[in-house]
C-alpha cells in the first residue's frame, strides 16, 4: 500500500550536524574561527601571513591548511612560528566539517583565540558547507577582473566581508574598482570590502582591526 | 555541485527511513532545493537515476524537485518579498537589512513508498484449508 512519509530532513544532515559541534566547542572555548574562500593564487596563504603579522601581539593564532595534495602552505606558516594543521583532502574541492573536527582535535583550543581556516581554493563548493564557523570572508584578487561577482554570485553572498587583494597590481589590470564595488554591494549589501596588498602591507590594518573586533567579541 | 555526492545522501537517508517503515520499494521522493544554492536541477536528476539505475529498492521511482525561490524579510520595514539572487535589497524602502527566510533550502521533504499489507490471517487450527475453485 502505498504510504506517504514527511522527512523534512536537511541534504547535508550530516556534515550540519558535525557542523553544530564544532561551532558548539568553539564557542565553549572562546576561539573564533574564519573560514576564507577564494580562488587558487589569490593571495589567501598570504593575506593569512599579514593578517598574523598584525593581530599576533593580541591573539593566540592557529592555521587549518585545506589543500588537494602537499603541504607547502602550512609549511609557510609554521616558518612564522604559528602552529598550523595541513589537511590534505586527496581530490575534494571543499573542506567539510568532519575534516575540521579532526584538524582541531590537533589544535589546544584552551590556548587559542582565533583559527583561520584556508579553505581549498575554489569558488563554487565551499559555498554550501558549513564548517561550524563564525564568519565566512572571500578573498578576491585584482588580476582575476571585476566581474567575478557576477559570474559567482554565491560565494559573494555568503561572506561576512570582502578581501580585494593585490591592490598594487591595479595600474597593470584592467579592473574597475567601482565597477566591483557595485556588483558586491547588489549581492551582499552589508558585507564591508577591504581593499588590500597583502604583500605591501597596503589596507591590512582596517581588516585586520575587523576581524580583531571580532575576536575580542567573542573573548 | 557534488549532485552525485548530494544524491548518495539522499538515497542513504531515504533507504533508511524506507526500511524503518517496513517498505519493500520507493515510489517517490520528493526534494525542496534553493535556487541560491549552488546545486542544479538536472544534475539532481541525473545523479538521481545514474545512482538508482541498479537499486532494486528505487526502481520505477519518481524524483520531484521543488526549486524553492528566494524570499527575504525586511529588517526595517518587515515587507517580505520573493527575488532572484541578484536583487537583495528591500523594494519598498531600499534597506539592504533583509534576512534570507527561504532560498538556501537543501532538504528531502517527504517520500512515497510501498509497505506491504498484512498477510492474510492464518486459517483456525483444525479447519480445513480452502479449497482451490
Keep these: 500500500m502505498a504510504t506517504h512519509i514527511d522527512m523534512k530532513q536537511p541534504i547535508l544532515d550530516k556534515n550540519d550536524r558535525l557542523a553544530e559541534e564544532n561551532r558548539k566547542l568553539f564557542a565553549e572555548k572562546h576561539v573564533f574561527v574564519l573560514n576564507i574562500l577564494a580562488s587558487p593564487g589569490s593571495g589567501k596563504t598570504s593575506t593569512i601571513l599579514a593578517t598574523i603579522e598584525a593581530l599576533r601581539d593580541e591573539f593566540n593564532i592557529a592555521v587549518i591548511e585545506g589543500d588537494i595534495a602537499s603541504s607547502v602552505d602550512s609549511e609557510k606558516i609554521k616558518a612564522q612560528g604559528i602552529a598550523a594543521v595541513q589537511i590534505n583532502t586527496g581530490g575534494a574541492c571543499h573542506l567539510e566539517s568532519d575534516m575540521i573536527k579532526r584538524a582541531v582535535d590537533v589544535l589546544d583550543l584552551d590556548e587559542l583565540d582565533l583559527i583561520l581556516l584556508e579553505n581549498v581554493g575554489n569558488l563554487v563548493c565551499p559555498t554550501d558547507f558549513d564548517l561550524g564557523e563564525n564568519a565566512k570572508v572571500m578573498i578576491l584578487s585584482v588580476p582575476e577582473g571585476d566581474d567575478k561577482p557576477l559570474k559567482y554570485p554565491g560565494v559573494f553572498q555568503v561572506s561576512q566581508a570582502v578581501v580585494l587583494n593585490k591592490i598594487d597590481t591595479m595600474p597593470v589590470f584592467n579592473f574597475d574598482k567601482d565597477a566591483f564595488c557595485d556588483h558586491v554591494k547588489q549581492l551582499n549589501p552589508n558585507a564591508p570590502i577591504f581593499p588590500i596588498s597583502a604583500t605591501t602591507g597596503e589596507g591590512v590594518e582596517a581588516w585586520a582591526e575587523w576581524l580583531a573586533e571580532r575576536v575580542r567579541a567573542v573573548q | ?133
Design chain 2, 1 to 133: 555541485m557534488h549532485e552525485l555526492g548530494l544524491m548518495t545522501g539522499v538515497l542513504d537517508a531515504v533507504t533508511q527511513s524506507a526500511v524503518e517503515a517496513g517498505a519493500t520499494k520507493v515510489l517517490k521522493v520528493t526534494l525542496s532545493v534553493g535556487e541560491m544554492t549552488e546545486a542544479i536541477e538536472d544534475c539532481l536528476t541525473f545523479a538521481y537515476e545514474a545512482l538508482t539505475e541498479e537499486n532494486t529498492l528505487f526502481s520505477g521511482s519518481e524524483l520531484e524537485i521543488h526549486m524553492v525561490k528566494p524570499r527575504s524579510r525586511c529588517l526595517d520595514c518587515g515587507l517580505e518579498f520573493d527575488h532572484d539572487r541578484f536583487h537583495v535589497t528591500c523594494p519598498q524602502c531600499g534597506s539592504p537589512a533583509t534576512q534570507l527566510i527561504a532560498g538556501r533550502d537543501l532538504r528531502i521533504d517527504s517520500i512515497e513508498v510501498d509497505i506491504p499489507d498484512d498477510a492474510d490471517p492464518a486459517p483456525a487450527k483444525g479447519a480445513p484449508a480452502a479449497e482451490c475453485a
